[in-house]
């Protein structure tokens, strides 16, 4: 059964810092991967989606990139700004119309 | 720049009251799914919908729930006898079509029930 687990549940960084947030997931066999913006009582925003085939995808100041062999992913941000504060979800998809399966998130708070 | 819709933003009922959450698509999407996020915990995958039949769903999709897409552009969840634990943030997500990976969400809809 496929687990996705991110690390750290919350961060905290100063304004204008570089920050790493981590996922893994047990089973290989995904067919992509996103990571996902939420704001708190808000819906999810899509930030970056990455094929099973790619290493990674870049949106402005976010790159993600993806071991699908070890089972990781990475959501960098450059230069962090207080806007950034949000939850960040990973989440996998395991099939072209399948579902997606979410980790618990990562709450970003940037400090001013 | 198209976007999913759902209505209500927040529903609050009593226990063992029927209800309908509503969702509009965008329109040219053929996947269909419902999401439901109990505060605090993950979002999980409740059913996914394509070609008018359901492809997939949760074990959480008992036969309390059922998807129907109406018309052209409405896309609803219901939920026949509601429970306490049904409480939650419940989103809609569309995907345009094969070769299109991507799920968009909608808002969500808070369900409290009381």
């Known amino acids: 059964k496929q687990e996705v687990t991110q690390i750290p549940a919350a961060l905290s960084v100063p304004e204008g810092e570089n920050l790493v947030l981590n996922c893994s997931f047990t089973d290989s066999a995904i067919y992509n991967l996103q990571w996902f913006r939420q704001d708190p009582g808000k819906g999810l925003t899509s930030l970056l989606l990455?094929?099973?085939?790619?290493r990674e995808q870049t949106s402005g100041r976010l790159n993600a990139s993806l071991d699908k062999s070890s089972g990781r992913s990475t959501l960098y941000i450059a230069a962090s700004q207080p806007g950034d504060s949000a939850t960040y979800l990973c989440a996998v998809s395991i099939g072209r119309d399948d579902k997606i399966i979410f980790g618990k998130g990562t709450r970003l708070h940037i400090l001013p | 720049e198209p976007e999913v819709t759902q209505t209500p933003s927040h529903q609050v009922t009593q226990m063992g009251q029927e209800v309908i959450l509503r969702c509009v698509p965008i329109?040219?999407?053929?996947?269909f799914y419902w999401y439901r996020q109990i505060l605090g915990q993950k979002v999980e995958f409740l059913v996914s919908?394509?070609?008018?039949?359901?492809?997939?769903k949760s074990e959480i999709f008992d036969d309390q729930f059922s998807v129907e897409r109406p018309d052209g552009s409405n896309f609803t969840l219901k939920i026949r006898s509601t429970k306490l634990e049904d409480s939650a943030m419940y989103f809609c997500?569309?995907?345009?079509?094969?070769?299109?990976?991507?799920?968009?969400f909608g808002p969500g809809t808070r369900l409290t029930v009381t």
């Open positions: 997500a569309s995907r345009l079509g094969q070769a299109s990976y991507e799920q968009y």
């Open positions: 990455i094929q099973s085939s790619q």
């Open positions: 919908f394509y070609n008018n039949e359901i492809s997939e």
């Open positions: 329109s040219n999407h053929l996947y």
